[in-house]
């Protein structure tokens, strides 16, 4: 993940936009989780950002986090193991008026 929030910090300042990284945990993550998602809360940090960490549906919870925060644009990176398209159908759905954007796993690094 952290060559889509390295090029995530890129697109906003781009735009010369707010930074956020949104993450949908499970709800029994593994133990080491925690640990990660330091590591990209500090890189996000880093980079001018703010990392929140997001439980339930990923498609709601991102889609209620860029409502409430008035996201304009989403960036996601395709995960080349496993089918999202049932994800993307309803984030895109439920995103109201904020662009989503899909990048290719490789285009993120």
Do not use: C, W
Request: neutral net charge.
């Amino acid at each position: 993940m952290e060559p889509l929030i390295r090029r995530s910090a890129a697109l906003a300042a781009q735009l010369a936009g707010d930074f956020l990284v949104a993450v949908v945990t499970p709800v029994s993550a593994p133990a080491y989780l925690d640990q990660v998602l330091a590591g990209y809360a500090a890189l996000t940090s880093q980079l001018g950002g703010q990392l929140t960490a997001l439980q339930g549906s990923p498609a709601d919870a991102l889609a209620k986090f860029a409502h409430r925060h008035q996201v304009t644009e989403i960036v996601l990176a395709r995960d080349p193991g496993a089918s999202r398209h049932r994800l993307l159908n309803e984030l895109t759905h439920r995103a109201g008026d904020a662009e989503v954007h899909v990048l290719p796993a490789q285009a993120a690094r």
